[in-house]
């Protein structure tokens, strides 16, 4: 039976409950489960619950079982036994979602990348150094700095135990292509990409994409084009976590006033990229 709806101070807290409750869940809670624990129609439910997560509930199970098929890989779990810990029933439906999830199969994920072949050339762009990674998917790192070494040694963070390779004279072309994208966006990048990340960032990351060059948006305004407006922070989040620099065009994300925040490539690439875009 339905309860008197909380007035809005109450919404967060009642939709961080039902945060608590599908995290501690040995498996996802059906819509119904989680209206009847808070109190709500399963259309008020799910309305509440997208405009103050970004999510829908079973997006948000998703996105929980994804962190935990990850946390259970990484702590040496057998792909079986993390399959069932995350709160998979079937290990068929785990497998339909693993590549997007992890980018590779689960065993490979499990042993850091182990036999994953992941190419890359370090070069030098108008913003300084360019790391330039592909995986058999597409390309799936592009990042920036002062260091080419630095640029490596990040790769490797990502991919401890993935066969590295040095580019060759083929791979060369890729590297050019992309920093002929970075050095002159508008021409557009013809390549396959293998971006990763939870399902919020990718709604996050598809949007930026479809920011036009020389314009720009606040962290705020990417929250509210979500239907999230109170998910600002997760936004900026999302924008730190992307790997793919330019590509995804985080550097057209800024403050509501229009001056620059952080950047993982650093801020003054940031004004460098708007200033050749404007």
Request: aromatic share 8%; charged share 20%.
């Amino acid at each position: 039976m339905t309860t008197c709806e909380p007035t809005p101070p109450r919404w967060a807290a009642v939709i961080t409950d039902l945060c608590r409750y599908i995290e501690a869940a040995e498996q996802p809670p059906t819509l119904e489960e989680l209206a009847q624990r808070a109190g709500w129609s399963r259309y008020h439910l799910q309305r509440k619950f997208k405009a103050i997560t970004g999510l829908s509930p079973r997006g948000y199970a998703a996105a929980v079982r994804s962190a935990k098929v990850r946390q259970e890989l990484k702590s040496g779990e057998s792909v079986t036994e993390a399959i069932y810990q995350s709160g998979y029933n079937s290990s068929g439906r785990f497998y339909e979602a693993s590549g997007q999830m992890l980018g590779m199969t689960p065993s490979r994920y499990r042993a850091g990348g182990a036999d994953t072949d992941i190419h890359f050339a370090v070069g030098e762009c108008s913003l300084g150094s360019i790391l330039v990674a592909r995986s058999a998917k597409g390309v799936c790192a592009i990042y920036l700095g002062d260091d080419p070494n630095a640029l490596a040694h990040a790769l490797e963070d990502q991919f401890p135990a993935a066969n590295l390779l040095a580019g060759d004279r083929e791979f060369e072309q890729v590297v050019a292509q992309v920093v002929g994208f970075v050095e002159s966006p508008e021409l557009g990048l013809d390549l396959p990409l293998d971006i990763r990340g939870t399902a919020f960032q990718q709604r996050v990351w598809e949007l930026l994409r479809q920011i036009p060059i020389g314009q720009t948006l606040s962290y705020a305004e990417v929250a509210k084009r979500l239907g999230n407006p109170n998910a600002v922070r997760a936004v900026a989040g999302a924008c730190a976590a992307n790997r793919l620099a330019v590509v995804i065009p985080c550097h057209r994300v800024v403050r509501s006033d229009g001056s620059l925040s952080g950047y993982r490539w650093g801020v003054e690439r940031k004004k460098m990229l708007l200033e050749r875009e404007s």
